[in-house]
């Protein structure tokens, strides 16, 4: 009960932090929907000859990749690049002074910080998806906001073992960046996963990659119905939480916090 | 006692780069160590309520040994038990009996105001709300706490965060409250207020504090007992008298007089107690003796008109200073 007390107050609290800027949000509200904009003339463009691409017709991919931009704006949170930087100042010191495990801080922070722009950011995508006439169309809300969920727990989990390698790598550009592209073209964000051959279809789905974005917003959009995927999704969630846990173990057990 | 430290030993490794390319390479496979030894073999005990000084210079291995207690770090060797705990395998458990101030990092939350952190920091400890109300009484009191309660920590002057940063690592009402170096930057006036509050807590509540400064006011107003350390080795572990008593040049009897001093010189030295004396500036010094008296001194040194005397006794500082330097005389000697 302390415990979720306790992250409770985190995410609040990170959520206030991340919500304060004002400026700071409109410009991000101004330049996601300036973003939308492109992507509605390039997906425009890209089937101006043909009705039909990939078994997808223009308002069901647009509304694809569209949905992917936002997942991706709103539950990718930065705890690598928190991690990373708190490690590297040696802050970590203060927080394992506190009764709380490194992970579920971390994760507590992510889910105020998501909470926050999700408060600012879906009106932004509702006003889109009003002017280029999409919808969301989910069969099941619950199983599409559990794999939201589920989504979220994978996303944080590969940014918070990222953020580890803090301990090993004084920069973590190229890997935070490289993780960012591999997690969005491969995870359905930048083109829907109908795009890529069959064969390399059924293997994104098997391994965890489908289910960064691909799977939420199949789920979303009704592309998807059954559970099978969720169940899937959840596996790999639960994979990932035992391997940042062992992560974060191993790491401590390490861990040099150099001068004072 | 309540801090228990038994041969501590802490090790650090670093690799040796190669000095040729196919060292390097080989170095990939098979890679070379150098050891720094930060802390070796430290041990001592620190009974409940006792306000204890870690010294030593920089680099002597001060805050590693304040890291293996507070169990951010592991020992090499050796053993640490406070509180009954071991304070790296119990971690989580541990810190709910500890307080922590690191002087150059910060608990608070930079963007929020200070109420907020100080709720965020009770939600984490679980510290019930009459515990609460009564650990901050004493900073809102003394400290004034309220003057900027409602304010962004970014706001703060250094001297206000600080006193927050205390605040904060006494919030839970911990059994041992670890300071590394909590005065680092303030003014006199901040400084003399945050010692007043530390010492408050250590003599009313009992709180056991251990400090790391380098400020010798600190030492001096907050702690009866001193550990030295010095390359990692504990050099000095005893009361400040007794340490002022046996460090440094001793105590002498200082006069200034109107008369001829090295023939005053020549006379003391002449003395059957055979005691030490040497000129210092316009001051002829000899060295206090109870074979010497004061009575007699004075009825020695009367023909030579003394204008003034007074007994001299080296700062803290200066004993403090004098015995860094042996230890790095000795260290060069070693060399």
Known sequence: MSTLRACYQLALANGRVTATDRKGRLIICVGYLLGMWLLYWLWRGLYLNDPSRAGLDFATALTHVA??????????????????????????????????????????MALGAVAAKALYMLPAFALFLWWAGLNLAPSSWPVALASLVCSFVLLFCLA????????????????????????????????????????????????????????????????????????????????????????????????????? | MLIQADALNRVYRSPLPGQSWGERFARLVRPKWSETHSVRDVSFGIARGECVALVGPNGAGKST?????????????????????????????????????????????WDLPVQDSFRILQALF??????????????????????????PVRTLSLGQRMLCEIAASFLHAPEVVFLDEPTIGLDLEMKARMRGLIRQINRDAGTTVLITSHDVGDIEKLSQRLLLIDHGQLKFDGSLAHFRQSAGDGHWWA?????????????????????????????????????????????????????????????????????????????????
């Open chain 2, 126 to 151: 679980a510290v019930p709300e009459a515990t609460y109300q009564q650990q901050l009484s004493l900073f809102r009191r003394e400290g004034g706490l309220d003057e900027f309660w409602l304010r």
């Open chain 1, 67 to 108: 949905t992917a931009q936002t997942l991706f704006a709103i539950i990718t949170t930065p705890a690598d690049w928190r991690l990373a930087r708190e490690i590297r100042s040696g802050e970590v010191a203060s927080q394992l002074t506190q009764p709380m495990n490194l992970a579920l801080r971390h994760g507590a």
């Open chain 2, 255 to 335: 006069a200034k007089l109107g008369g001829d001093r090295d023939a005053a010189q020549a006379l003391l030295a002449a003395h059957p107690a055979g005691l030490a004396v040497r000129h210092n500036g316009d001051w002829l010094e000899v060295a206090r003796d109870e074979r010497l008296p004061l009575p007699e001194l004075l009825q020695l040194l009367a023909p030579f008109a003394i204008h003034d005397i007074k007994p001299v006794e080296q700062s803290l500082e200066e004993l403090l200073h004098g015995f860094y330097l042996a230890g790095k005389v000795g260290a060069r000697e070693a060399a």
């Open chain 2, 65 to 109: 040994t304040i890291k293996m207690l507070t169990g951010i770090l592991a020992p090499s060797s050796g053993r640490v038990s406070v509180a009954g705990f071991d304070p790296q395998r119990d971690r989580r458990a541990y810190v709910k009996h500890i307080g922590v101030v690191f002087g150059q990092r910060s608990q608070l939350w």
């Open chain 1, 160 to 260: 918070f073992i990222v953020g580890l390698a803090g301990f090993l790598a004084t920069d973590l550009w190229g890997i935070i960046a490289s993780k960012d592209a591999v997690v969005q073209f491969l995870g359905g964000a930048l083109i829907p996963l109908a795009f890529f051959p069959p064969a390399a279809q059924t293997l994104l789905h098997v391994l965890p990659f489908a289910h960064f974005f691909n799977t939420p917003v199949a789920y979303l959009t009704g592309q998807l119905h059954g559970p099978e995927s969720l169940l899937i999704q959840a596996c790999w969630a639960l994979a990932f939480m035992l391997f940042a846990h062992l992560a974060s173990l191993q790491v401590q057990r390490k861990l040099v916090v150099f001068g004072a």
